[in-house]
Structures are given as C-alpha cells and as structure tokens.
C-alpha cells in the first residue's frame, strides 16, 4: 500500500474562500493510499515546503499530491522540495484546485466547490499510485551558437558570446555587417554618428577569433533540438572566391557597370561588383549578376583580368556548409513599410521615407550630407515630417506604435534645420513618446532651440499641386484646417518585419505574432526566449525598439546562451513516450502524428522508436498507437483511466 | 550645389559636373553614343548636343563636355536640336547602316538613309573603347590609326596584340556591336585586337609572343 501526504493550499482565499480546505482535507485521509492529509495559508511559501520536506520524512512517505495552482507554476518548486527530502520528484502530484475548482466555480456554492476539488485530488492520488520514479535523460550541449541577422542586434550577441569563449557563427544576408543601422546618418539623442560608434563592433566581430561570419548567405535549413541543431548554410556564389580576395578594390574601381544603390535607397549609384560601403566587413566584394557585363552580354571580362589576385571566379556556385550548434539567435530585423501602402499620399519622389532622409543627411551619403529634393536635386526650403505614417492606423497600416518614429523625426528636422539654417521643418505628431533617457529633453531643444514647428494632428492628404507638394492635415489643439505648401515629405513609415523574415521563421519552425514579429515565450518575464528551447530572439525581430534597447536585448540574449553554453549536459524531461518493443507491430501512426520528428520506424527490427531528446511530451503518439504500445510515461492508458472512472463517478 | 534650368525646370547641380551628368541623375533623357559614365566624355559622336543660353546668346553644345554654371539654362528638345540631332543620325546611318543600334535611333529621329553614299561599317569611331582600354583597364593596347578615310581603331601595326589583357571591356562599351568575341579572339571586324583573358591563362609556360608568331605563320 502506498504511502502518499496531501497538502491542501489555500492560497490565501483564492482557494479557502470557496473551497472548505479544512473538510478536503479530512475526506482526502480516507482516499485508500493517503496516509497524511494536511492544508496550509501558502504552500508555495518557505514554511509550506518546509512543512512537506519534514512531513515526508517523518511519515516515510512515498509520494505527495500538493492542491494547490496550476502546475505550470509550482510543479517545479515541489518536485524540488520533494527532491530535497530524498523523494523521487516525479513521485509528486499537483492537483490544480486553483484554476481548475475556486475561481471558475465562485458562484456555485461553497458545498459544489469541494465535493470537486476533493474529486480533483482523489484523481491526482490514482494517478500518482501508479506513477513511476523517472530519471532525467542527460542531453550533451553543443557549445557554438548560430546568430542569424549582421545588423547590430546579431552583431552584440555574436561578440558577447564570442567574448565568453564560444564559438559563433554569424549568418548576414547582405554582403556585409552592419544592418539598418550603419545606414543611419547620427542617431538620437546624442547625435553620435553610426560609422563611428558600430564600425568598431563590426570590426571587432570581424577580427574576433570564435566569430566565423557568413556574409551575403542564409540559413536552408535547422534540424536537431537544445544543444544539438544541425544547422546548412547556404553561402551565395559571389564570383569572387573569398579566400584569395584581399579587398583591394581594383575590380570595383574598374567595373564598367553602374546600377542603383540599394545601400543608399536609390539615391546613388553602385558597381555591379561592389561592396555595399566603404567599411564593409567582411571587405570582399561580391558581383551582382543581375546586373554584371559578364554575365548579362558574356563581353566583359574587366574585372577578371585586373584582380591581381586571381580571386574572380564566373563559374562559382552557392556553397553549403553544414554545422553544429548549441543555440540559435534570430535578429532579423525591420523593414519599413512601402509608402505605397498609404493610398492618400502621393507617390512622389519628394515623398520619401525616414531611412531614405537618412541617407540623405549622412555625410558619407550621395550628397555629402546637404539634404536634397530627389526630384530635382535642389536644396529644399521647407520640410514636413509625417509621424505615424502606417503606424496606429490599422485601416492603412498596422495597429501598433513603431516606437522610434517621434525621436528620429525629431532628430532628421533637427539636422535639416543645421544644414539649411533659413528652412523650415514642420512635424505633424499625434502623441510625442519620447520616453527614453535624454529624450524628452531632446525633443524640447528641436522645438526650442531649432524651432521646429510641431503640430498636433494627422495628416490627410498629400499631392502635387504647381510644382509644390500640398499637405492636407488638421491642427486638433486648435481644430483647425491645416494646409501647407513644401518642398520635401519625409514620412514616419511604419517598421514592419524584415522581408524574408517569415520565411526564417518557417525553417526554425517558429511561431510569430499577427504583424509577423518572432513570438516570445513569455512577453513580460521570457522576452529573449522562443516556444523553441535553445532558440532565442534579439533586436528589432522581437518587435520595434530603439537602439538602446536592441543592444541591451542582445546582450540579454547572449547571456542566456552562456547560462547554457555553462553545462556539460542539459537534463531532458523524462515525461516522454515510450514504446513496448514487444507489442508494436511497426504500423507507422506515431511516427505520422509526431509534430516534433521524435518517432521514428526502425526499419531492421519495424519497430517505433523515440528520440527522448526530441520528445516534447505531447502524448499525441500514445492516442494513436492502435496496440497500446506506445505509452507516455507516468500517463499510461491506465492512469488515465481510473482518472476518468474517478471523474465520471456520480456526487 | 548649383542651381540651373533644364527644359523650364530648375534642378541642382554639382559645380563643375557636366549638364549630361547632372540631366542623367534626374532621369531627364538626351541620346548619347559614345558616352560611358566610367570614362571621361569626348564628344564624339555629338548626339547630346544641346542648346544653351548664356547672357543673350544661345548656342549649341555638347552635353557630355559642358560644364554646368549657375544660372546655365539648358534646351534639350528644340527644333533645332532636333533638326541637328537628325542630321548627325543621317550621316551615322550613312557609315554603319548594318548596325542594328544606329539603325534604331535613326528610326527614333526621324533619320533616313538616301541622302549619302551608304557604307557598312559597324564602327562609329567614338573611341569609346580607346577610352577604356586607356582610363580602366590600362593597357593601351588599342588607339586610333590612320587619317581621313583610312582612319580605324586598330592595335599597333594592326596585329594581335600582347599589351592587350584580353578583358573584352572594350567590346562591352562598343556602342554599336563593332567589337566581338569570337572564340579566344576579341574582335574589330577583321582585325584580331588580342587573345580572350581566359584563354591567355591556360597558355603557361607559353608566352604571348610564341602564340603571336604562330598566329603570324598561320596567316
């Protein structure tokens, strides 16, 4: 006969309000196997473990059934206490009477309410009867992270783990590090050029020797689980080979072909071999072959036959490198959303986007830093910067703030206002958030000390009228019609995930939120974690957020990692199925319901096997094993059984 | 940053860029045939001519060469532009009536042959892959030879030649489809220019002027 304690929690009156903990307690001596029923204010509480560590001992128990919440947030503090009182922890039971019987069953009577939560317990006590003492499997760590996204986000958490003696590997999309970021011309509120303050991080991630970066490349495809992914790099041709290329620059100074900057939005010209900007890193170049000579006529042959270094190769194809990793960072970033969204502006080459008036304003841009009219090139005389285009408009847009709008609007009217000292800067606002350090002091010098002219109100209509572009809007702290004649539109375009984003998420088999931002596992209290243990998010990808935040969530990241990288073995969750060797006949249902790849057909013997490593617990096996014989431990065909006969019994 | 006039709109300009430069960067279209933004203009072919209008004196130049200046007003499409670019089409399409490029914009301007004796050559001597084989890739391998009639762009003493890396950038630049790739050969018509880079590599332990004297014997 087992020996099993029960411990009835009140929770302060979360559970005794409703449910009489004192009667549920005593019936609960009569279930046969309760040797010790007790109840407590707070189990959860240092003196409630304490109590059932002592209790355990004192009457020899085998087993403790705590009523108490959902287990999802105390099963781990009991099988603790368990644990510490010699008891195997998986011979400890949470009997849910919290969410399960006080609070849904408030207004159906005190009487009701205990009669189920002792049903409640008498279940958990069958169950736990016939539950077995599990051992958790240990699971070796691969310690070599894969970071996906060079902007700075991939860039912080690369260097940080690289920094604590692990291996990183960093996967960039483009030709080179550096993300949105290195496109911006100063950032607020320091004003603090980027090409100043990243380039050494991105020289430092270039140089570190645990950082193996894989620019202009992808991630195909990610196997494996928590410490064990096998990750395929597909590393795009680029015609130049990697390792004989010194990044001279020859070829790129000798091309022949010149095609739009993407780098610069459009607003320059490239090579059609090109590194994206002079501080590249890595610093080889790559050829377009969308646009390259070669390529498009077979002609020429320029910059093969002036590389000094014989690293240009017209025959190179994608290259896939196959790898190990321990875990995984996606920092994949934003996108702005196209101006074309927003059907009531025109679509000008005066109305342009906030990372486009970046370009624009950087000293190192296309103009040098003067800020010009795309349409004529010409020094505009008055500028009107559109907060919330596409954001908090989910008709047009989407529904939430992006978050950094306000402040780099700001700043972009302030730097207007420092190049053309007699030009004018309007900025329709519907609310300013400019809740960060230095912010809301940064944003009262634009209006005071550059007198920039801010006006409540959203913009309704944008065209072009006589050469002039014509803002349609209302002042609402006035409510008066607003309209404004300028030269050059800058919008506050909403950030939207970056293109291709989803399709990363696909390949990790990760969840996202309705905008398509990588879903966390807990908003509050597990922000750099996925639903996937071992995958974690950094930057941007999570959600909008300024540059502060981006690094400090990608530190956060990389500190999680070495928390992991810092075991030898990770210890798996011995909750998991299990097959009768004896009884399968290999018909293959498992195998096919599994969502996490964790059953498999052995074809010698044709019987299932399961990866524990890989098992999530879910038990969708077990229901469709036609034989019985796959079984998910301590929730056999059996247990749930009585637990049902026990649920269904008549009051 | 300067202001000028282009067609009645008034755009920026870099001082001391060209009008073709600064039109080119808006977008604003004027015909060019030996123009290649990688190499300095020559004004060869006169195609970008433009009439400009500088105190009351309005006269037609080349927008590849002309320096902007403030206040420069520029006329990119007047009748006499038009009638001047016609013209000059004519007298292209007299020398390379084979080339499909020339063929083309003389259609789009309203050219058309008869007027002149009509030749088949391809070349237009623009000199634009001259330019090339000088500014980019350095190796001089190509120039003008002969005058008058005879004039043709050539190797030295019209053989192939060693100096030239065999990058085909001047067959990229040609304008009309003058210079092939034939085989291992970059080609000016008849005339052998040099040996294709690719093919130049494979021949170790050979040196370009073995290669040379066997093609001389073989001719």
């Known amino acids: ?56 001992k004192k009457e020899n128990l085998d087993g403790v059934v705590i009523a108490n919440c959902s287990p999802t947030l105390h099963e781990v503090t009991f099988r603790n206490a368990a644990k510490r009182a010699g008891l195997n922890p998986y011979r400890c039971e949470i009997a849910n009477i919290r969410e399960q019987c006080s609070w849904p069953h408030e207004h159906e009577g005190r009487e009701r309410a205990t009669e189920k939560a002792l049903k409640i317990i008498k279940m958990t006590v069958n169950k736990l009867v016939n539950d077995a003492s599990l051992v958790p499997t240990s699971i070796p760590v691969t310690k070599r992270a894969l970071v996906i996204g060079g902007g700075i986000a991939g860039i912080q958490t690369a260097l940080d783990i690289a920094d604590g003696g692990y291996e ?172 074309e969204k927003l059907k009531e502006y025109v679509s000008d080459p005066d109305v342009i986007n906030g990372l486009q008036f970046e370009r624009l304003l950087c000293p190192s841009g296309p103009t040098n830093g003067l800020p010009v009219r795309p349409s004529n090139w010409t020094v505009p005389k008055d500028v009107v910067f559109v907060s919330c285009a596409g954001s908090r408009d989910p008709e047009h847009g989407v529904a939430y703030c992006s978050r950094v709008c306000c402040m780099y609007l700001a700043k972009q009217a302030m730097l207007y206002k420092h190049a053309v000292p007699d030009g004018q800067a309007y900025i329709f606002y519907i609310d300013i958030r400019s809740n960060g350090k230095g912010y809301e002091e940064f944003v009262q010098r634009a209006k005071e000390e550059d007198n920039i002219i801010y006006i409540r109100g959203k913009v309704s209509k944008i065209s072009r009228e006589n050469g002039k572009l014509k803002i349609w809007g209302v002042d609402t702290l006035t409510g008066e019609l607003v309209e404004l004649s300028t030269d050059l539109v800058v919008l506050g375009t909403a950030m939207v995930p970056a293109v291709g984003s989803d399709e990363v998420a696909k390949r990790l088999r990760l969840s996202t939120d309705q905008f398509g931002w990588m879903q966390e596992a807990h908003l509050k209290l597990r922000p750099l974690e996925t639903m996937t243990a071992g995958i974690y998010i950094a930057g941007v990808s999570q959600f909008p957020k300024d540059i502060t935040d981006v690094v400090s969530q990608a530190s956060g990241a990389a500190a999680k990692i070495l928390a992991l990288f810092s075991q030898d073995y990770l210890l798996g969750n011995p909750v998991v199925a299990h097959v009768d060797e004896e009884i399968c006949a290999g018909c293959g249902n498992c195998e096919s319901v599994c969502a996490y790849s964790a059953v498999e057909i052995e074809p010698i013997r044709n019987v299932a096997v399961v990866n524990e490593a890989l098992c999530e617990g879910c038990g969708a096996c077990a229901g469709a094993c036609p034989s019985g014989a796959m079984q998910h431990k301590n929730f056999t065909k059996k247990q749930i059984f009585d637990m049902v006969e026990i649920a269904t019994e008549k009051y | ?25 808006l977008g604003i279209k004027i015909p060019t045939l030996c123009y290649h933004e990688a190499v300095s203009p020559s004004g060869a072919c006169r195609l970008c001519s433009v009439e400009v209008q500088e105190g009351n004196r309005n006269k037609v130049v080349t927008a590849c060469l002309y320096p902007v200046r403030p206040g420069l007003v520029v006329k990119t499409d007047t009748e006499r532009i038009k009638k001047l670019r016609k013209g000059i089409m004519e007298l292209l399409l007299a020398r390379s009536s084979t080339s499909e490029t020339i063929r083309e914009l003389a259609n789009e301007m309203g050219a058309q042959g008869g007027k002149f004796l009509e030749d088949k050559n391809k070349c237009i001597l623009c000199g634009l892959c001259i330019r090339v084989c000088d500014e980019i890739v350095e190796a001089h391998a190509i120039s003008f030879v002969g005058r008058g009639i005879e004039k043709k762009v050539a190797t030295p003493f019209i053989e192939i030649s060693d100096a030239c890396i065999g990058c085909g950038g001047c067959a990229y630049v040609c304008p009309t489809g003058a210079i092939t790739i034939e085989g291992e050969f970059i080609k000016l018509e008849d005339n052998i220019f040099g040996k294709l880079n690719e093919f130049r590599k494979k021949d170790t332990g050979e040196t370009m002027k073995e290669i040379l004297k066997i093609d001389s014997e073989g001719q």
């Open chain 1, 168 to 339: 990183v590997l960093l996967v960039e999309e483009t030709p080179s590090i550096g993300g949105k970021m290195i496109q911006l011309s100063e950032t607020f509120p320091t004003l603090d050029c980027p090409q100043c303050i990243e380039t050494p991080k991105m020289v430092s991630a270039g140089q570190h020797p645990k950082i193996k970066i894989y620019a202009y490349s992808e991630v195909e495809e990610v196997t494996g689980y928590v410490g064990n992914f096998k990750v395929k790099i597909r590393e795009k041709a680029s015609y130049i080979d990697r390792e004989k290329c010194n990044g001279c620059g020859l070829c790129i100074e000798k091309c022949l072909t010149t095609v739009s900057s993407e780098f610069d939005l459009g607003l320059s010209r490239r090579k059609a071999v090109y590194t994206p900007f002079p501080q590249a890193v890595p610093n080889i170049p790559v050829i377009d072959r969308e646009h390259c000579g070669h390529f498009t006529t077979g002609l020429c042959r320029v910059c093969q036959s002036v590389c000094e270094k014989d690293a240009i190769d017209y025959s190179q194809e994608d290259r896939i490198i196959e790898d190990e990793v321990g875990a995984i960072v996606v920092a994949t970033g934003f996108d702005l959303m196209p101006n």
């Open chain 1, 1 to 56: 006969m087992s020996r099993i304690g029960v411990f009835v929690c009140h929770c302060g009156l979360n559970i005794a309000k409703v449910v009489d903990v004192e009667k549920v307690a005593k019936e609960a001596l009569k279930i046969p196997g309760v040797a010790f029923a007790t109840h407590y204010m707070y189990m959860c509480a240092d003196p409630g473990q304490t109590l059932v560590e002592e209790t355990i």
């Open chain 2, 1 to 25: 940053m300067i202001e000028i006039e282009i067609d009645g709109k008034k755009i920026g300009a870099i001082e001391g860029e060209t009008v073709l430069r600064a039109a080119k960067r």
